[in-house]
């Protein structure tokens, strides 16, 4: 593999990893993509703010975090956001059925290795420690 050698390399690779969903209630199908570093710092953060602060911090950051969730992944054939921060902020997400919602939720925590599936990922990625054969009598 070549070596990097400088930020435009990095900066021009497309590494993010997307699905398109079917969501036969809404009538087609939802591109969700991985969420950027961005994004779900943005998302982390609110939680973690919220746990050590301000308890009613907390529970507005939970009511909103699947709809954070699947605004901030959801593109379109161009994989331009469909949802802005402030679309998510208004809670244009929050009417809809919380059960696709969810589904979408967890699409979007998969894809971006988060949650469970994080976990999943790095039992998957794991070695078995090398044992040593070597034995004395």
């Not at 969903?21 to 982390?44: F, H, K, N, Q, T």
């Not at 919220?50 to 593109?75: C, D, F, H, I």
């Not at 679309?87 to 998969?110: F, P, T």
């Amino acid at each position: 593999m070549a070596l990097i050698t400088n930020k435009s390399q990095i900066n021009s690779a497309v590494d993010r990893k997307w699905e398109d969903v079917p969501v036969p209630e809404w009538g087609g199908d939802v591109r969700l993509m991985e969420l950027s570093a961005a994004d779900r710092g943005y998302i982390e953060a609110g939680s973690v703010v919220a746990n050590g602060q301000n308890p009613q911090l907390k529970v507005e950051s939970l009511k909103v975090y699947r709809e954070k969730l699947v605004g901030m992944a959801m593109v379109d054939e161009n994989f331009d956001r469909l949802y802005t921060n402030k679309d998510i902020a208004a809670g244009e997400l929050g009417s809809k059925s919380g059960a696709i919602i969810e589904r979408l939720a967890a699409k979007v925590q998969e894809l971006s290795g988060m949650g469970r599936y994080a976990v999943k990922e790095a039992e998957g990625n794991s070695e078995a420690a090398p044992s040593d054969s070597s034995a004395s009598d």
